[in-house]
């Protein structure tokens, strides 16, 4: 779903849709109510960090899970990974990402998730059943990542996290469809913490930050760091494509580095249209897109990238303060003797 412009304020057309946007979030409130909070835990023990967010768009929260990911094994424990698998035709039973031919098979972010953090990673539309058979083909994992499923209220869960895209924030701060809350603002009060990407707007949030740190040439997989690429590219324009949330900010990013950029955003999660393919061909200038489009590219090369030097993907990082992360271990129950 594109982010249309009239979410960022309250106009006309908020306010016509003002009486649809009330029976969202009403909606959303009781679902939550009736949550059971006090059955937080998973029936065998392994508690369940829910990373979303209650905006419609990106906002980040993918490298918000890989960081935290890495920091969690950085103390010690065992991370496993459940999404549901976005655009992917799943079936009946959870798949394990680590048996898929390939993204199609398991979408775009899980897929990137399991070959960034070799982790296990399973994904099913329904979370409590990716998180069953992800625990019972690997037991020794004693924390379970999901990535989004903030309003999947039947995943039990002991921690919940929200992030914020720190540019748009919460919107006109509506309910859909009249502004981008999946759930009331409010929720905000509930969840553990509230991590934005960017500048935080609140004293009782995390603010991090999405830094660009390398490049990756998607011909022979060789690497360079931002200065080495600019180097190199940053005196010639170059073609910038965006499959995310919210493609602008990446471009943004990418000019804050100095390069000339023809950007192409794309609808979240959308291939590379053969027409624009075509079109890249014939202008025949370097290519920059994001770890996530870059998957899809991938599984579909066209013949015409044969050489290094064409098509790169650009890694970023997020880093999570150290409070933070020492916060979030401390609402987790303690690890199990036989897996510490």
Request: net charge neutral.
């Amino acid at each position: 779903m594109r982010y249309p412009d009239f979410w960022q304020r309250r106009g006309l057309r908020s306010w016509l849709l003002w009486p649809l946007s009330l029976v969202t979030c009403m909606v959303a409130r009781r679902r939550r109510a009736a949550a059971a909070r006090a059955e937080a835990r998973q029936k065998d023990g392994c508690p369940v960090v829910v990373i979303g967010n209650i905006t419609v768009g990106g906002t980040g929260k993918t490298p918000v899970l890989i960081a935290l990911a890495r920091a969690l094994a950085e103390h010690g424990r065992r991370v496993g990974v459940i999404s549901r698998g976005y655009g992917a035709r799943i079936g009946i039973e959870p798949r394990d990402v680590s048996e898929a031919a390939g993204p199609d098979a398991v979408g775009d972010e899980p897929w990137l998730i399991h070959h960034t953090l070799n982790v296990p990673v399973f994904v099913h539309p329904d979370r409590l059943r990716a998180a069953e058979q992800l625990r019972a083909r690997h037991p020794e994992v004693d924390v379970i990542l999901s990535d989004d499923g903030l309003q999947h209220h039947t995943l039990p869960r002991e921690v919940e996290i929200v992030v914020i895209d720190g540019i748009r924030q919460l919107g006109n701060r509506l309910c859909l469809p009249a502004g981008p809350l999946r759930e009331s603002a409010k929720t905000l009060d509930d969840v553990d913490f509230v991590i934005v990407n960017g500048k935080q707007f609140s004293d009782d949030q995390w603010a991090v930050h999405f830094e660009l740190t390398m490049v990756r040439d998607l011909y022979d997989q060789s690497t360079l760091g931002m200065d080495d690429f600019m180097l190199s590219f940053g005196t010639q324009p170059v073609v910038a494509l965006a499959g995310i949330g919210h493609p602008e900010k990446f471009f943004t990013a990418l000019r804050e580095r100095g390069l000339s950029l023809e950007t192409y955003a794309l609808e979240d999660h959308q291939p590379v249209p053969p027409a624009l393919i075509q079109y890249l061909r014939r202008v025949d200038i370097p290519i920059v897109m994001t770890e996530k489009d870059a998957v899809k590219w991938q599984q579909n090369r066209p013949s015409w990238h044969d050489r290094p030097g064409q098509v790169f993907a650009v890694i970023g990082q997020i880093r999570l303060p150290d409070e933070l992360v020492r916060a979030i271990l401390d609402k987790l129950p303690p690890q199990p003797e036989s897996s510490a």
